[in-house]
């Protein structure tokens, strides 16, 4: 039976749906919609780098794994080629894509901070425009949910296995594999969603956020021999050794070489596992840990071949990850379907930022370069949106709150420095619309957090990119001085191997972004 329309956001539990705690607003928006405006289906997996996107692929073209239903959304949707985050980092990038603001305004500069509820967030002005929302899977804010009819969230970064879940009601623990639990219970939302706006009449937004394909990368048991035969496609620089950039990319630790540890080798198994869980887990693991264990103290794996041996490692299970994360973004549409609902209901596919699979010899991600700067971002709209159609629109995650708002004739507040793609979408996804940014702005601050990654912010055009690393002593010794900066070709040079910062031939260039970088920090940093 089809049914009216609304739109669904994201996904997970099987709590009772919590009693609504706002009215639909009388009053129709200028586009004519209001409260009857689409349903929200946002999907949010959790380090999910483009390049392990079928539908996008690396740059020379190679994909490293398929990703069939996520796919589907590209082809009957948008592909945005250059969506950015402002903070690659999870909770600063969660709290971005809630609040439409960067990480000094909504106030989450690096994980272990607490998300300030009380601030306006999309869910929350939706509920209060009479929208039935629900958030389900990761949540990693340092606090409950607020904003929410229903939630089951977990607890921190939660297990791969036997996650605990946080419900209105308390919190219970569900045995399995978290991303077929994050699956079920957004589909069990959808539903009962489906169900309750069909008989009142009110639009949802459903929140479906995976933990995975985060570290430490256990997958399902029914992958686990999905890449047995298989030799991922190395990226041409694994080997990087970071000649010809700056002081900074040096002063990381997480290189595949160096900092994978045994459990992101799987030398050791998951804690969270049962006894059925952890016999069925080194039955698998176990031959191949002691191969392993055993050509290492031979010396047979020694040097690059053994960087290359434990990149092989790490991203088959990095990939097998994902692969129950797009399986069920295969149930979800085909629910969907079911449903009748599909042509009044936004399905969003992203992550909260991009990923190292091994460019640069790196794991993890913070950093402005492309890998982790960059992160997948997929929206299906059929009716309003061509099929098929890619974009190079200069978008980032703080534009998404005011989408949303726009598209649901929910009043955008000032305090929100992203710009809606509402009549962007609208149009087609083709007309750019007028007076959009020509620039993108990043800062991350977690610079005494883990992996060591420095202090840095800096300015991305369609062409060029300058980072300015304001700690880094220019000449890798010393006092931090006027710091260190890094100037990329983003045409002439896509992987950002050489630096033109000090290159006089390119002062003029850099003379500009300094300025325009200054314009911008002080515009988006102010409270």
Known sequence: MRRPPHLAVLLLAAAPLASAQSTASTEDSARGRGPNGPNIVFIMSDDHGWQAVSAY???????????????????????FDQF??????????????????????HGFRQNGDRFDSTQPTWPALLQQAGYRTGVFGKWHLGTRPVGFDDYAVLKGQGPYYNPPLLRPDG???????????????????????????????RPFAICIQHKAPHRRWAPAPRHFHL????????????????????PASAMQTMTV?????????????????????????DLHYGPGVEAYQAAVASGELA??????????????DYLACIQAVDEGVGRILAEIDELGIA????????????????????????????????????????????????????????????????????????????????????????????????????????????????????????RWKLIRF??????????????AWELYDLVADPDEMANLADDPAYADVRAELEARLTTLRTEMESQ
């Not at 639990?181 to 069990?188: A, H, P, S, V």
């Open 57 to 79: 692929g690396r740059p020379d073209g190679v994909r490293v794994n398929q990703t069939p239903a996520i796919d589907r959304l590209a082809a009957e949707g948008a592909r």
């Open 84 to 105: 950015h985050v402002e903070n690659a980092l999870c909770g600063p990038s969660r709290a971005a894509f809630l609040t439409g603001c960067v990480s000094a305004r």
């Open 171 to 201: 919190e219970t623990r569900v045995h399995g594999y978290t991303t077929d639990i994050i699956t079920e219970t957004g589909l069990d939302a959808l539903r009962r969603f489906a169900e309750a706006s069909e008989a009142d009449g």
């Open 227 to 246: 890449y047995d035969h298989v030799r991922i496609p190395e990226p041409p620089t694994l080997l990087d050794d970071w000649s010809g950039r700056g």
């Open 257 to 281: 070489a160096r900092h994978l540890d045994e459990q992101d080798l799987k030398l050791k198994s998951p804690w969270e596992l049962d006894a059925e869980q952890k016999k069925i887990w």
């Open 303 to 316: 040097g690059d071949d053994l960087v290359r041996e434990k990149y092989q490692r790490y991203a088959k």
């Open 343 to 462: 042509e009044d209901t936004i399905v969003v596919y992203t992550s909260d930022q991009g990923w190292y699979l091994g460019e640069h010899g790196w794991y993890d991600k913070r950093w402005m370069y492309e890998e982790s700067f960059r992160t997948p971002f997929i929206l299906r709209w059929p009716g309003r949106i061509a099929p098929g159609t890619t974009s190079d629109i200069l978008a980032q995650n703080i534009d998404f709150a005011p989408t949303v708002l726009e598209l649901a004739g929910v009043e955008i507040p000032e305090r929100m420095q992203g710009r809606s793609l509402a009549g962007f979408l609208e149009s087609g996804a083709t007309d750019t619309p007028e007076n959009w940014r020509d620039g993108v702005y990043y800062h991350f601050y977690e610079a005494r957090g883990p992996h060591t990654v420095p202090e840095h912010d800096g300015i991305k055009t369609e």
């Open 470 to 483: 304001p700690e880094v002593d220019p000449d890798g010794d010393g006092p931090a001085g006027p710091g």
